[in-house]
């Protein structure tokens, strides 16, 4: 009987010259016509990928401070306290804490927490921080829009986010991670590719007699594929009457709680569509509303609580 498979552990020879001969065979294959035989790497310019710094230091900044406040909770249970809230008068608190058996805390583990409240404000200021700059630099972007394209300073990240929270429902954080990831340098083709990105594309399976959905690919980038979802919840509150959201409410509505969950992840992928043509062609998604349709301005929009749970991380 011939062999049909190949263990992969199987030893193959791999050296440069080899793997320079597949290469330019590749190459020569997609000179030739064949669009299959390799994919081309789009690379960021360096202004865009400088944009990218902004958001990536806010997303490694915010995990350090989860840490942070996780690890004092871990410490104050291991005490057998556990209602505990971490705020400013936390140090002056924690002088006064007793273990569950009513001991003292003891003065190293004080010190530690200490330490680790120190390093959880330093996170918080600086999230602060970022958080700021990027306000600034999307207020920059809004104070420029009648001027000529030669006569901006602002970047384009900056102005396609300020473009972006024109949107009710889409806050700053959204905004400009959704500009600097997808829509402000990559030359996306099709809605295909840009759910693509986000791995939210259908993997159907279909052999023979069966037939089935196996779920989306979750194949591209994770940050944004959950990131999409969040805004796909929150344009449900703030912007009930879109057309987006009336499809959801007729196709998945019904009650369940497994139905939503499977329905919001199509309106995420929907959503991200309809986003890519607003910023490309400045296309309202159909029925939905401007935040200066609800008697805001842009600099009050900003000063309004977060929109989505990346917003209320911040």
């Given at each position: 009987?011939?062999?049909?498979?190949?263990?992969?552990?199987?030893?193959?020879?791999?050296?440069?010259?080899?793997?320079?001969?597949?290469?330019?065979?590749?190459?020569?294959?997609?000179?030739?016509?064949?669009?299959?035989?390799?994919?081309?790497?789009?690379?960021?310019?360096?202004?865009?990928?400088?944009?990218?710094?902004?958001?990536?230091?806010?997303?490694?900044?915010?995990?350090?401070?989860?840490?942070?406040?996780?690890?004092?909770?871990?410490?104050?249970?291991?005490?057998g306290i556990t209602d505990m809230m971490?705020?400013?008068?936390?140090?002056?608190?924690?002088?006064?804490?007793?273990?569950?058996?009513?001991?003292?805390?003891?003065?190293?583990?004080?010190?530690?927490?200490?330490?680790?409240?120190?390093?959880?404000?330093?996170?918080?200021?600086?999230?602060?921080?970022?958080?700021?700059?990027?306000?600034?630099?999307?207020?920059?972007?809004?104070?420029?829009?009648?001027?000529?394209?030669?006569?901006?300073?602002?970047?384009?990240?900056?102005?396609?986010?300020?473009?972006?929270?024109?949107?009710?429902?889409?806050?700053?954080?959204?905004?400009?991670?959704?500009?600097?990831?997808?829509?402000?340098?990559?030359?996306?083709?099709?809605?295909?590719?840009?759910?693509?990105?986000?791995?939210?594309?259908?993997?159907?399976?279909?052999?023979?007699?069966?037939?089935?959905?196996?779920?989306?690919?979750?194949?591209?980038?994770?940050?944004?594929?959950?990131?999409?979802?969040?805004?796909?919840?929150?344009?449900?509150?703030?912007?009930?009457?879109?057309?987006?959201?009336?499809?959801?409410?007729?196709?998945?509505?019904?009650?369940?709680?497994?139905?939503?969950?499977?329905?919001?992840?199509?309106?995420?992928?929907?959503?991200?569509?309809?986003?890519?043509?607003?910023?490309?062609?400045?296309?309202?998604?159909?029925?939905?509303?401007?935040?200066?349709?609800?008697?805001?301005?842009?600099?009050?929009?900003?000063?309004?609580?977060?929109?989505?749970?990346?917003?209320?991380?911040?």
């Open positions: 009987m011939p062999r049909l498979w190949r263990s992969r552990r199987r030893r193959r020879p791999k050296t440069d010259r080899i793997d320079v001969q597949k290469i330019v065979t590749a190459l020569m294959r997609w000179k030739a016509g064949d669009r299959f035989a390799c994919r081309m790497i789009r690379i960021p310019a360096a202004e865009a990928e400088d944009a990218r710094n902004l958001n990536r230091e806010m997303r490694t900044i915010k995990n350090e401070r989860t840490a942070h406040s996780n690890r004092i909770k871990s410490l104050l249970v291991t005490q971490i705020e400013s008068t936390f140090p002056s608190r924690l002088e006064r804490l007793h273990t569950a058996d009513g001991r003292p805390l003891g003065q190293q583990l004080r010190e530690r927490l200490l330490r680790e409240f120190e390093r959880l404000a330093l996170a918080t200021e600086q999230i602060r921080q970022l958080q700021m700059q990027q306000a600034q630099m999307i207020r920059r972007a809004a104070k420029e829009i009648e001027k000529s394209p030669s006569e901006r300073r602002s970047p384009r990240a900056a102005v396609i986010a300020e473009h972006l929270t024109t949107l009710a429902g889409i806050g700053p954080v959204t905004a400009w991670t959704l500009s600097t990831e997808v829509f402000s340098w990559r030359d996306i083709a099709n809605r295909r590719q840009l759910a693509a990105l986000a791995g939210l594309t259908p993997t159907p399976h279909a052999s023979g007699d069966e037939e089935k959905e196996q779920g989306i690919s979750k194949s591209g980038r994770g940050e944004l594929r959950v990131l999409m979802i969040e805004i796909a919840w929150s344009w449900l509150i703030h912007q009930s009457g879109s057309e987006l959201t009336k499809w959801y409410e007729r196709r998945f509505n019904d009650g369940t709680k497994r139905n939503r969950k499977i329905g919001i992840v199509a309106l995420a992928r929907k959503l991200l569509v309809a986003l890519g043509k607003y910023v490309r062609d400045g296309e309202i998604p159909a029925g939905a509303k401007l935040k200066s349709e609800l008697k805001f301005t842009y600099q009050q929009a900003l000063k309004l609580p977060p929109t989505s749970s990346a917003d209320v991380a911040a």
